[in-house]
């Protein structure tokens, strides 16, 4: 009897096991990076019941001449948008295009993008002899929907100046609650905040003196990305060099788009067992939820060039005051999250 019992239990006892490890493989997860390529700057967004990722194709800056954008009904299965954009639309872009950010209003679909890695004289990357980057900027693109075909909006650079010494890269578009659109964008260890006008062609000016309030927080290198919660305004930035692994993920909280923002600290860093060079984020929320997923780029390990990086996505939860629980880098990514 103590013999059939004893049986009885093992038996049992292996089927759990079983059962246990049935499930878990059967959870079908994003995996790290999220589709095959080198792609960095990854913008993500929800338009509808999809998420749409809009990442840089990373290369060398005279190669780097086109977008591809991603979108997904669950996070798990991508399909991929060739060459939504590049420099044979936008004429005036001649290299280095990077950094699109995309949003909707009104039923067309504006994205915003840099090129050309605008230079001015006393940089120790303009020369004189080759005006490849002494113009470009920020310009606009504008579709019907979010895969494109999409068309030059301004023929011309929105942005192409230099205010408060930021070069003018790395552009992210807020839209507040009260229908109020933000442009924020910075390099060169500024970042500036304007109010764009209704119909996307210009800057409001903040008074008769300022066309861009200076916001740069402590540590701030570029690749501002800003979203609400709970009525806090998170700012968040890279830090470090974003050609190594020192580059890094910071952030703020405040009570209002414009700051003062406070640096609070970093939450994506470098982890030797998994990749290096994590920045350049953005985020993601599902629709109606408390639910939230960093969306980045980092470097794999070992990594084989300056330009190789990929776009990955891991879940970002909060404390119970607001601030950012540290964010652990996986290779499996996210479970399927379809927008209900």
């Not at 701030?220 to 979203?227: A, I, S």
């Not at 020192?246 to 700051?259: C, N, R």
């Not at 939820?289 to 776009?311: A, G, L, S």
Request: one cysteine or more; aromatic letters at 14%.
């Amino acid at each position: 009897m103590k013999k059939l019992l004893l049986a009885t239990l093992l038996m049992a006892t292996f089927c759990l096991a079983c059962n246990t490890k049935k499930e878990t493989q059967s959870v079908q997860t994003s995996g790290n990076p999220l589709w095959e390529g080198w792609y960095a700057d990854p913008e993500g967004i929800v338009f509808g019941d999809e998420y749409w990722i809009f990442p840089t194709y990373s290369n060398r800056y005279k190669k780097q001449v086109h977008f591809d954008a991603f979108s997904s009904k669950d996070l798990v299965t991508w399909e991929k948008h060739e060459h939504v954009l590049d420099t044979s639309i936008i004429k005036w872009a001649r290299q280095a295009m990077w950094a699109p950010a995309a949003i909707e209003k009104e039923g067309k679909y504006y994205l915003f993008f840099s090129a050309n890695d605008i230079q001015r004289p006393g940089s120790s990357l303009y020369n004189a002899d080759d005006d490849i980057n002494h113009t470009g900027g920020i310009g606009i693109a504008v579709a019907d929907s979010p895969g494109g075909p999409y068309k030059d909006y301004l023929g011309k650079p929105l942005i192409s100046d230099f205010y408060n010494d930021a070069q003018p890269i790395d552009q992210f578009v807020f839209k507040d609650v009260d229908d109020t659109y933000y442009i924020f964008y910075g390099g060169w260890r500024h970042c500036n905040v304007g109010k764009l006008n209704d119909d996307f062609t210009g800057i409001e000016p903040w008074s008769e003196d300022e066309l861009f309030k200076e916001i740069t927080p402590e540590g701030y290198v570029e690749g501002p990305f800003m979203f609400l919660r709970n009525n806090k305004y998170y700012l968040m930035w890279s830090e470090g060099g974003w050609t190594n692994g020192s580059y890094k993920v910071a952030y703020a909280m405040a009570d209002s788009p414009t700051g003062p923002f406070d640096r609070i600290g970093t939450i994506l860093e470098s982890d030797t067992t998994v990749a290096t060079g994590a920045g350049h984020n953005s985020a993601l929320n599902v629709p109606g939820t408390d639910e939230w997923y960093i969306v980045y780029h980092r470097r794999p390990i070992p990594n084989e060039d300056r330009d190789h990086r990929v776009t990955c996505i891991d879940k970002m939860e909060f404390n119970a005051d607001g601030t950012i629980k540290q964010i652990k880098m996986t290779f499996e990514g996210v479970e399927a999250r379809p927008i209900e």
